[in-house]
């Protein structure tokens, strides 16, 4: 049995095709420090919002361009992305090319720019749609809207269709895996094909060419002003790429780590150890400005002074509200309007009353 399964791990020794596990694993490699960089970034946020918070609400934007300076670093180095290069791969154009170029000769302009955008643009757009189609969850479980309106139909024609859509997607990649195990496509993703590439391992001559690339030095004898102000440029940025990719080689293990110690399955056990006390009912109230003072009538809404529509608490502070007047003011502020405690719209908890 392990005879048979035997090619999966291991290449014939005419086969320059990476297995399917070094494939999937530098697939996987950019995937986990993506999220173990959001939550150091988040701890940052947390203990100093004035200086780190602008990293946190752009996170996606900073980590593309951040993303999109190493990914070109690593192609127009060693012609294969941060994660391929980690695992000695390396992209050569789709074709039966039996001289295959070295990795410092670089792709083709079609096939670079090709994998550039399929390597940083796809990952940008998926993970802003998944936070869309979240956001609208949300909405649709919290927010009001009249049965017979036009945008709540269609957005829940597309929250239902979403699932549909995510699992052809991801059905597309396995079905491509599973051609490429059998020796059936030159590719183990749909992506590589789009970007008219494929992937093989770094041969000795690779190597030794990507050595002595790093150990000469370019000679700048006779170069114009223009010239030397774009070769500055394209050293600061292949500083910074070079930078990054170290940084990231030296703690990739370690940002796995984070990702699995952070994520969704490990939640209660870093909830368990890491839970702060419930605080105490707040029974001197600071009445600020921005507070609502509570009325003396208990059935009375701290917001808009009338009786009670609805009652709807926040689990965060405990009391209580009309549901349109707490929902419009956590919606607008995050926070609850008289305590200030951080609130979502999913602690807003409605109230039923036996005469209700």
Known sequence: MAELGAHLTAASAGDDRPSIFEAVAQDSLMAAVKPALQHLVKVLAESNPGRYGFLWYWFDEVYVVLDLLLQQHCLARCSASFSENFYSLKRIPLGDCKHQPLATAGLPKRQHWKSLLLLVLVPYLKGKLEKLVSSLRDEDEYSIHPPSSAWKRFYRAFLAAYPF????????????QLCYILGKAQHHSPLLRLAGVRLIRLTAEDIQALQKRSAVAPSSQALSIKARVQS???KALGGIALSLSTGLSVSVFFLQFLDWWY???NQEAVKSL?????PPPPVHLDHGAASALLPKLKSVCPLCRQIRVNATALSTSGFVFCYRCAYSYVKTHQRCPVTGYATELQHLIKLYSPES
């Open 165 to 176: 859509v995510n699992m052809t997607w991801e059905g597309w990649f396995l079905i491509q």
């Open 274 to 278: 890491t839970a702060l006390p419930t």
């Open 263 to 265: 994520s969704s399955e």
């Open 232 to 234: 500055a440029a394209r």
